[in-house]
């Protein structure tokens, strides 16, 4: 090392740098990244928001039946481009069709009637689908699980005094159906489209009713109470052997839109033992969130006022 610093001092030039090392001004010199910055942040799964697909509805969101376009995400966010959901790429592309999940009446008329004129498949969810029509209306809806083209459905929103003897595919308010009634695509919250029990082969179960709630049991054994006025659809959701379908291939699994998983995490099964747990209890669903409750703050500070103190004075 000295011998080295001996042969630069040397020269011409490393004497001329070494005169004026203290003359030099200080550059520092930035590390250069092969991918940029950026202040992006990284997009979160959940809040029900999915990376699936992306569905181009028509301007103004007027409902049409008309077969709607469809852009593949593969688990990435369309705003930035970032992956969010890992495991989803590929799949057979398909056409949306809008399903209309609220059953729904003019208020003219007590009792509304629609003829179905097609039940048929639909790539995007597990269910079927029928496309039903009054008049000059049409809309689809999901279908039941014996549910023919030129069947007659009816869709009322009052409740009577007595029950009503609904057949499969007629929609009523829970209230206005008897105990041990099979019904599904149940509003959550009247007036609101969002509703329950609506997967293939699911249904729920009317048990009992208190006060102005209706209890049923979905599919999980689970008790959740409703209001007796949101609406129901009477009968089991169709496709009901979904759920016994064997892939049979890895390219069966890539045609439905899921990437390869690693073989290092197995799911447990009852194999080996399972934790018998009781169900959880009745939970109340329909209805708006409660107001948070005012709060209360209790200071030391003195009052605005002298506070008259009554009484012998100590």
């Not at 759920?243 to 899921?258: F, I, M, P, T, W």
Request: glycine fraction near 10%.
């Amino acid at each position: 090392m000295n011998s080295i610093r001996v042969l630069f001092s040397n020269l011409s030039l490393g004497k001329q740098l070494l005169s004026t090392r203290n003359q030099l001004p200080i550059v520092s010199f930035e590390r250069s990244y092969k991918y940029q910055k950026h202040d992006i942040p990284t997009p979160k799964p959940g809040g029900g928001k999915q990376y699936r697909r992306l569905v181009h509805y028509p301007e103004g969101k007027k409902y049409t039946v008309k077969p709607l376009d469809v852009t593949h995400l593969a688990g990435r966010d369309p705003v930035t481009g970032r992956v969010a959901a890992k495991g989803i790429g590929g799949g057979v592309k398909h056409k949306f069709h809008w399903v209309k999940y609220d059953r729904d009446c003019p208020n003219d008329v007590s009792t509304q009637e629609e003829r179905v004129i097609d039940v048929m498949f639909d790539g995007h969810r597990s269910a079927d689908v029928a496309l039903v029509g009054t008049g000059d209306k049409l809309r689809y809806i999901i279908a039941t699980e014996n549910m023919r083209p030129g069947d007659i459905i009816k869709t009322s929103r009052t409740i009577p005094r007595n029950p009503v003897r609904a057949s499969e595919g007629d929609a009523y308010p829970l209230g206005a159906l008897p105990a041990g009634t099979k019904v599904h695509c149940i509003e959550q919250t009247p007036g609101f489209p969002y509703h329950k029990i609506r997967a293939a082969g699911t249904l729920g179960t009317i048990l009992r009713k208190f006060d102005k709630y209706v209890v049923v049991q979905d599919t999980r054994k689970h008790e959740l109470a409703f209001h007796e006025t949101c609406m129901a659809t009477v009968g089991r959701v169709s496709n009901v052997g979904h759920q016994d379908v064997k892939l049979g291939s890895h390219q069966k699994n890539r045609e439905l839109g899921n990437r390869p998983r690693s073989g290092l995490w197995q799911r447990k099964g009852g194999r080996f033992g399972r934790k018998i747990k009781p169900q959880p209890p009745m939970r109340i669903v329909s209805g708006m969130p409660p107001k948070p409750k005012e709060v209360l703050i209790l200071t030391m500070d003195p009052h605005p006022e002298p506070v008259p103190i009554y009484g012998n004075a100590f």
